[in-house]
């Protein structure tokens, strides 16, 4: 399976926006994890088909109502951690 790490750049910490990630994840049934980073960026990284990962990137853009989405880095990669669900970790 495709896999996908993502670090999303803008005002995404503090609103909800690792909660909105792992609820689009789930809804397309990736495996995976996301995280705040401590220069206020996103980390995620994602398995699942390669359509599902592409509507859930989409998704990401957009982010939750508070949010404000510059940019999106992307690169393909094995990750570790995203055999069983799609997770909120530190």
Do not use: K
């Amino acid at each position: 399976m495709p896999c996908l790490h993502v670090i999303v750049h803008g005002r995404v910490q503090g609103v909800g926006f690792r909660y909105f990630a792992r609820h689009e994840a789930r809804q397309r049934r990736l495996t995976g994890w996301v995280r705040n980073r401590p220069d206020g960026t996103v980390e995620a990284a994602a398995r699942g088909s390669a359509p599902d990962l592409e509507h859930w990137i989409a998704a990401l853009r957009s982010g939750p109502p508070a949010a404000r989405v510059d940019r999106i880095e992307r690169d393909e990669r094995e990750i570790a951690g995203a055999d069983d669900e799609f997770a909120i970790v530190d």
